[in-house]
């Protein structure tokens, strides 16, 4: 029996490797391989999930790509389109001309802001542009605009129509070279007397038909130039006699009439003055009624007075008495001065508003 079991144990030993049987040797072998397997898997899995984050960066890059795709489209056809209207091909110089575009853009918006058209701003650039081709700055050209406009402003009075552009430009005349000589400088008195050849008929306001002549085609240019050149617009005036009595008469019709002869509404022949202050008023007021007929002197006033037998030729009063037939006092004198300022507020003193703003010369 002893030898039995020994031969027993020595077939079991045969079927050990390392002290394990088979079946373990088996279960660790596969144990091995799970393990390996599981590794793997793990990598792939590893592997996978890499490829997937790769996979997304790719899909959201192509889709970034198709959007700046799209977005360079219009790009694209605006570059052909500005190196077809540039005539460029240096990528320089269409970059500088689209920002020229882009600056012209927003200086058009600014300008269409200030309330100004384009096509008002393409006249005024070519307008800038001829007065720089003639040689004229056209700054200066809009200070002399303005100061043009300025003086219009003062020049227009209240109800009237603007100042003539000669009026204006002989001001801006007198401005630039100065007051002239010392002193005051007052337009002459035009003189008009018989024994210059302007006749009344005796003792009538009524004028000879060469005097009518000379005050409706000579003497409205000669008062013209004059206000053209001392800024006036007052025209005076002054109907002057001898010291010879006028016959003797009952009435004088010059408060009723005087108003229609000076509107051409009544012949001045109508006129029947009762003394030298009257006769003189008339004939002041038959010239006037000439004058006014004149489209020169259309914008003026023009203001009849009489000066009576009272003043002399030389500007002194007539306190001698002399009743001669003195032909220089029987005369009509036009003078010309500024209008007084109306002021409401301070009276006015009728001896100053009618003083004369004239010198004597010697009559035309």
Not at 270 to 287: F, T
Request: some cysteine; proline content about 6%.
């Amino acid at each position: 029996m002893e030898g039995q079991i020994v031969q027993q144990r020595s077939s079991y030993r045969q079927g050990l490797v390392l002290g394990l049987t088979m079946a373990e040797i088996m279960i660790l072998l596969v144990f091995c391989l799970l393990i390996a397997m599981a590794t793997f898997l793990k990598r792939e899995e590893s592997k996978r999930v890499a490829a997937e984050q790769e996979l997304r960066q790719e899909r959201r890059e192509i889709a970034q790509a198709r959007s700046v795709l799209a977005e360079l489209k219009p790009s694209a056809a605006l570059g052909e389109k500005l190196q077809t209207w540039s005539g460029l091909s240096d990528p320089q110089a269409i970059d500088r001309y689209w920002r020229e575009l882009v600056d012209a853009r927003t200086v058009v918006g600014e300008i269409e802001k200030s309330g100004m058209s384009v096509k008002e701003f393409r006249d005024t650039l070519a307008t800038v542009a001829a007065l720089r081709a003639n040689g004229i700055d056209a700054d200066k050209a809009i200070r002399n605009a303005q100061l043009v406009a300025a003086i219009e402003r003062a020049m227009t009075k209240p109800g009237q129509p603007p100042a003539p552009t000669q009026a204006i430009l002989d001001t801006i005349d007198r401005g630039v070279n100065g007051p002239g000589p010392a002193g005051h400088q007052w337009p002459p008195i035009i003189r008009m007397s018989e024994a210059d050849g302007y006749f009344f008929r005796t003792r009538s306001a009524e004028l000879s038909p060469a005097f009518r002549d000379t005050l409706l085609n000579v003497t409205p240019r000669e008062i013209l130039d004059y206000i053209r050149k001392y800024d006036v617009d007052v025209i005076e005036v002054v109907g002057h006699t001898d010291e010879r009595p006028l016959l003797a008469r009952q009435f004088s019709n010059l408060d009723r009439d005087l108003s229609f002869v000076l509107k051409n509404n009544a012949d001045v022949a109508s006129l029947i003055p009762a003394d030298n202050a009257g006769l003189g008023l008339a004939r002041a007021v038959s010239v006037v009624s000439v004058l006014r007929l004149s489209p020169l002197l259309a914008n003026y006033k023009i203001i009849p007075l009489s000066g009576a037998q009272l003043v002399n030729t030389d500007e002194t009063l007539a306190l001698d008495g002399s009743a001669e037939d003195i032909q220089q006092r029987r005369r009509i004198e036009i003078r010309l001065r500024k209008s007084v300022p109306h002021e409401p507020a301070i009276p006015s003193d009728p001896a100053i508003d009618s003083f004369p703003r004239s010198i004597m010369t010697t009559p035309r």
